[in-house]
């Protein structure tokens, strides 16, 4: 059976699992912050799927299936994820870190692409953390299934893409979410508020958070201190935010509404990726001997 987004949403105990796994995405981006960019803003994370996707759907003897700049432009494009010049900054900046590279021996016209190891061994830990999720909410196996058959990644990650390009919950989350997922590291800045939530105070209209200084803050995700104050105070505005005393010498608390925008928008995704899971699962079982 696969878990729909208001099942997930309404597990009781989903509050602590999606810490964990906010925690397990903390430790990606502190093990590779320059890797981990890549899924900055929510609009360089679907850029990313869309370039994984394609370098999974690969198909060498087949020119028309390489992942090239210009195709990889006309699908983010075509797919509403960003502009043209967008996408091809994006893809220069990617193979300019390594983070993509020119594929070896490949048609010197065309220029074909792909993710480096480093970076599919790094995307394969938000697989795991997401596998883990789905498993602490319904005691099922997945990440054991995964993790003993690796090489499902590469039918995995393309349907999770066509998913998360198609789910308006994820496209198009509510005002406060929306507001952090155009910041740099916007998403790590949100998990890294909702990370250190105690889930007993989930039910409050202000959710005490473990952030203290902004600019300790600043610092730790390497983001302008003004930048990120801007946005705050923007979230403080529409009263997501606050601070329990003085501004940046006391705690800073999350209304009750913010936080059940990011628990919606993970129970999203996680019902993205156990769909993909199991049309996955079922692909591989129906072509073993």
């Known amino acids: 059976m696969v878990l729909t987004l208001e099942e997930i949403a309404g597990h009781p105990a989903l509050h602590r699992y999606v810490q964990e796994q906010s925690q397990a995405l903390i430790r990606i981006y502190e093990e590779s912050p320059r890797l981990a960019s890549i899924f900055a803003t929510q609009q360089r994370w679907l850029m990313g799927h869309v370039g994984l996707a394609m370098h999974f759907r690969r198909d060498p003897n087949d020119p028309r299936k390489e992942m090239t700049v210009s195709r990889f432009i006309e699908v983010v494009h075509r797919n509403g994820v960003a502009s043209r010049n967008t996408a091809d900054a994006f893809i220069k900046e990617m193979l300019h870190y390594n983070i993509a590279e020119y594929v070896a021996g490949g048609d010197g016209r065309t220029h074909p692409l792909q993710p480096t190891a480093v970076t599919v061994q790094t995307f394969t830990g938000w697989v795991v953390a997401h596998l883990r999720t789905l498993d602490h909410i319904d005691g099922g196996g997945r990440l054991t299934t995964f993790l003993a058959r690796p090489e499902m990644l590469g039918t995995l990650q ?52 473990s952030v203290v200084s902004i600019g300790d803050f600043a610092r730790w995700l390497k983001l302008s201190r003004t930048h990120l104050g801007r946005k705050l105070r923007e979230a403080e505005v529409l ?19 913010f936080y059940e925008e990011y628990m919606t928008v993970q129970a999203a995704k996680l019902a993205v990726v156990d769909t993909a899971f199991a049309a996955c699962f079922e692909t591989s079982q129906g072509a073993a001997p």
């Open 158 to 209: 393309p349907l999770v893409a066509d998913g998360l390009l198609a789910s308006k919950p994820v496209r198009e989350p509510n005002q406060t979410f929306s507001l952090f997922i155009w910041l740099n590291n916007g998403g790590i800045v949100m998990d890294w508020l909702m990370s250190g939530i105690n889930p007993d105070h989930a039910g409050l209209e202000r959710i005490p958070t």
């Open 239 to 257: 009263g997501s935010i606050g601070w329990l005393g003085q501004r940046g010498h006391s705690v800073m608390w999350v209304s009750h509404k």
